[in-house]
C-alpha cells in the first residue's frame, strides 16, 4: 500500500498497534498524541510521532504535508468511569478534538476517516441478545454521550461536506501492548494486573455482567480493511466477536493462567462504577454483509498471547 496515514492516539494501546501494522502493510504513518493516557514508547520505529493536542486545531493545521490517504482517529479520553470526573474534557478533547480533525482532514483532502466509536452508545440493552446496531442507543457515560455525538457529526460531515468516514464500534479491546498500569480502563487488563502482582482481584460490579472481548489484533484488521473499502464509506457497525462472555468466566479463565483453581478465593467485590453498563455483546450480521473481517480470535487464544506477554511486563503503578 502506498501514502501516508494519519494515527490519532498512535501513542495508545490500539492505535499503536494499528500504526505497527498499516507500516507493516507499506503505509508512511504520522502519529499524533499528546501522550496523557499513551507513551512515546508504545509508537513503532518508523513512525512520525508529532506529540500534540487534537483539541488544538493549530497543531492539526501544523502537521507534515503529505499524501494522507486516511486518518485513523482513536486520540481520545477513553474512560467511561474517568468521565464522570470532569465531563467537560470529554467533550473538549472527543467532540470539539474530532471536530478539529475532521476539518484538518477536509481541509487537506485526506482520503478517508475511520472513527473508533464505542459499545458503550447502546447503555443497557435487553439481556442475553446480541446488540444489532439500530438499537436505540442510551450511553450512560460522558464518555458515550462523546462517542455517539461523534457518530452523528460524521453523518453531517457526510451529508454537507462529503466526507467520507467509516466507525466501527468497539466492544471490550484487549491484548498486547494494553496498559497494565491503568487501573481504571480495560475490565480484563485490569484483573490480569492484579493477578500479575498476586494481588487478590478486585471486581467492581457483578460477577454475572457480560461483555464481548475483541482482541486487538482483529481490530486492526477491521481499521485497515475500512481505509481501501468504498463499501464501506458512511457504514457505522458493530466491531465484536459475538461471543458473550461473563466477568466470572474471564477471572476463571485468567486464574486458570496463573495455576488458580478456586477464582472466588482470590476476588473481592466492590459495587459498581458509575454508568457502568451491565452486559451487552455485538450482533456480527452487519459486519458479514458489509464483507468486514469478523473478529474471530478466541478469548483463549487471545488470553495465551496476552498473558504471555504480560508475564514479562515489569509494572509501575
Ligand atoms: N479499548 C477499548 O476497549 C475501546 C472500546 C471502544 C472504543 N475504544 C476507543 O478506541 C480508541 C483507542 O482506545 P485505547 O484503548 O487504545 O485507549 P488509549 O487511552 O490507550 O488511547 C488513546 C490515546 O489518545 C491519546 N489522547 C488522549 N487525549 C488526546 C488529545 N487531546 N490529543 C491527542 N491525543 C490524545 C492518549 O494519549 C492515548 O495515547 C479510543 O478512541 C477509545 O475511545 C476503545
Redesign the pocket.
Known sequence: MSGSVLV??????????LARRLLAEGYDVVV????????VA?VPDGCELIV?????AS?LAALPKRDYVACC???????GEVSFEDPRLDV???VI?TLNVLDWVLERGVGKVV??????IYGDVPPDVPVAEDTLPHPKSF?SVS?LAVEHLLKLYETEYGLRFTAP??????GVG??LD?LR??MLSIYLSYLLDGERVLVKGSLDRYRDY?Y?DD?VNVFVHAITAPELDGEIFN?GTGVQTHVSTLIEKLCACFGIDDYRSVVDQAPGTQGDQFGNFASVERMKELGVPVPATTLDEGLRRMVDWAKQVTLKR
Not at 482517529?73 to 474512560?79: E, V
Request: with cysteine.
Open positions: 490519532t492516539g498512535g501513542a495508545g494501546f490500539i492505535g499503536s498497534t499524533l498524541d499528546n501522550v496523557v493516557s499513551g507513551a508504545n500534540g493536542d487534537v483539541r488544538e497543531v482517529h482513536l486520540a481520545a479520553q477513553s474512560s473538549t478533547t472527543n478534538g472513527f473508533a466509536s464505542s459499545m458503550g464518555y462517542k464500534r468497539l466492544f471490550n479491546v484487549y494494553q496498559d491503568n480502563q480495560g475483541v486487538v481490530v466491531c
